[in-house]
């Protein structure tokens, strides 16, 4: 009975490979200092059944009060320790980043699903650099401000979907998430790849968004047994089914992200992706591994900036709506009515990147934050931690941490970013991360953000939609959200008034755009 055979075989080096799994995992070395202080767990599984299955920040959050801002979990040997506050978070992963950079090891959606080549998820090793230094010279400070002109010409057309949808919808109100993923997404495949996505339903971003989606699903914490108990993963394929998903996935991802980059070759003009085709580094990658590295920079841009600006939108809507009446006086006094804000207008525009402050605050788009890892143990302050231990900024709580951010944490209140002086306070921007694996694109993000919110602050007043049914206003909730490892707003409809016959004309006179306009930017950007 070979088959039978092979089956206790392979459960019998499963049970040893895990024995051995267990027995070295969770050895306090901190000079006789205790772990830090956490929820008590079973023999064995230690922690794992108190995991949240669903919306873990949140959770995280409220355990936090009880256990202090550095809680330890043990997920079935593997030490865990959840940080809640800005200081903790910035001493361990930013202070100590030498030892804190690593990212623990994820079987489905890093090693099968990706072979070992998302950025993300990479360790921090030679190969990571070899990729953070191809990439940096098209992401640092200097090269996101040459690409504003893309931006700003993304941002017209945003305007005049948002008009013309509302137009057609009236009272009941469009769901904004199309225009604004699509303003990003034509955005970052412009520069990328060269060329633009004119309505957002073209089967290059349709296909991304599938294969993003089902990536995220296979990400998330819990989804696979396999990213808790690795030692399974030693199972033949028949008796690990999580396999051949992995293998379907990956080859969704390469054939995306290897399309892309095929046609971003085969355009006329210059282009991010034909550039670092053409590098030193790349010399050094296959085409797959350069095609994954541009593509998790498109897939992230699409996926952050649409939705953070949706939570902005939805601050508008539910939270006290005086920063609104405030930044549209402001806009007026500085940019008048007659033309749309510009970048020439930010310096005198303090509070429009307050309010992007703080909605990058108020609903960090990863609230559960990227787990980072340590292979050396450590000691902070009165609690040993442990080596091989996985260290998660739980960002939903450092950003309610009111001995920096103050009061009313949970309130969007653009003023707690303005000093007395009238100017930006120098406060933490934990909504990119920290340390060594600070989001390298945080700085085209910023930008792009800048432009999009002076330009809808300025051009409308946002209002509920109405049911259609009842005729009554349709109550938007700021807690409503699509669980996930990038936290969106449920769909919501909201009505886009322009604030004058005046502003309705400039958005109409400047919102043409065509399908070639962004070659000319990017010809004088390279």
Request: charged share 25%.
């Amino acid at each position: 009975m070979p088959g039978q055979t092979t089956l206790l075989a392979s459960i019998a080096i499963l049970a040893l490979t895990t024995i051995v799994y267990f027995c070295n995992r969770v050895k306090p070395n901190g000079q006789g200092k205790q772990l830090p202080p956490g929820p008590q767990g079973l023999p064995i599984i230690g922690n794992v059944l108190q995991m949240p299955k669903r919306l873990p920040w949140l959770e995280f959050y409220r355990m936090s009060r009880e256990y202090g801002p550095v809680m330890y979990m043990n997920l079935a040997g593997q030490s865990a320790i959840i940080l809640s506050t800005h200081q903790a978070a910035h001493d361990l992963l930013s202070v100590r980043s030498a030892l804190y950079s690593d990212r623990p090891r994820v079987v489905m959606a890093g090693e099968l699903a990706c072979k070992g080549m998302h950025t993300l998820l990479r360790p921090y090793d030679a190969r990571y650099k070899l990729h953070q230094r191809m990439a940096s010279s098209f992401l640092n400070t200097s090269a996101a401000n040459r690409y504003t002109p893309l931006q700003e010409l993304e941002s017209r057309q945003l305007l005049f979907d948002l008009l013309n949808g509302s137009n057609k919808k009236g009272e009941y109100g469009i769901d904004p998430h199309h225009p604004l993923e699509r303003a990003m997404a034509s955005f970052i495949y412009s520069l990328l790849y060269g060329y633009r996505l004119q309505t957002g339903d073209e089967p290059e971003l349709r296909e991304a968004k599938k294969v993003l989606a089902e990536y995220e699903q296979t990400a998330k914490p819990g989804a696979y047994l396999v990213d808790a108990f690795p030692a399974l993963n030693y199972l033949p394929r028949p008796l690990a089914p999580w396999k051949n998903k992995a293998e379907q996935l990956y080859e969704q991802q390469a054939n995306l992200h290897l399309g892309n980059l095929s046609k971003a070759l085969e355009q006329e003009g210059p282009n991010v992706a034909k550039l670092m085709h053409a590098s030193r580094e790349a010399k050094e990658m296959t085409e797959v591994e350069l095609a994954f590295s541009v593509g998790v920079l498109a897939d992230a841009a699409i996926d952050t900036s649409a939705m953070t600006l949706n939570w902005l939108i939805i601050a508008a809507l539910s939270n006290r709506a005086e920063w609104v009446q405030k930044a549209q006086s402001i806009l007026d006094k500085v940019v008048g009515r007659d033309r749309l804000p510009e970048w020439e207008d930010r310096a005198e525009l303090t509070y429009i990147d307050a309010i992007i402050n703080e909605v990058l605050r108020w609903r960090p788009i990863i609230p559960g934050g990227v787990p980072h890892f340590t292979k050396e143990p450590d000691v902070y302050g009165a609690y040993c931690i442990p080596a091989n231990t996985i260290v998660l900024p739980n960002l939903f709580a450092i950003a309610r941490d009111e001995t920096t951010f103050g009061p009313e944490a949970d309130t969007f209140i653009p003023e707690r970013w303005i000093d007395a002086n009238g100017k930006l306070k120098d406060l933490p921007d934990v909504g990119f991360g920290f340390g060594r694996r600070i989001c390298a694109g945080r700085h085209i993000a910023r930008n792009g953000l800048f432009i999009k919110v002076a330009r809808l602050l300025w051009a409308f007043h946002i209002e509920p939609g109405v049911d259609r049914t009842t005729g009554e206003t349709i109550e938007v909730s700021d807690m409503d959200c699509v669980d996930g490892l990038v936290v969106l707003p449920k769909p919501f409809k909201a009505v886009f008034r322009p604030r004058c016959d005046n502003a309705r004309d400039v958005i109409n006179s400047n919102g043409k755009v065509d399908i070639d306009d962004h070659l000319h930017i990017l010809n004088e950007i390279f």
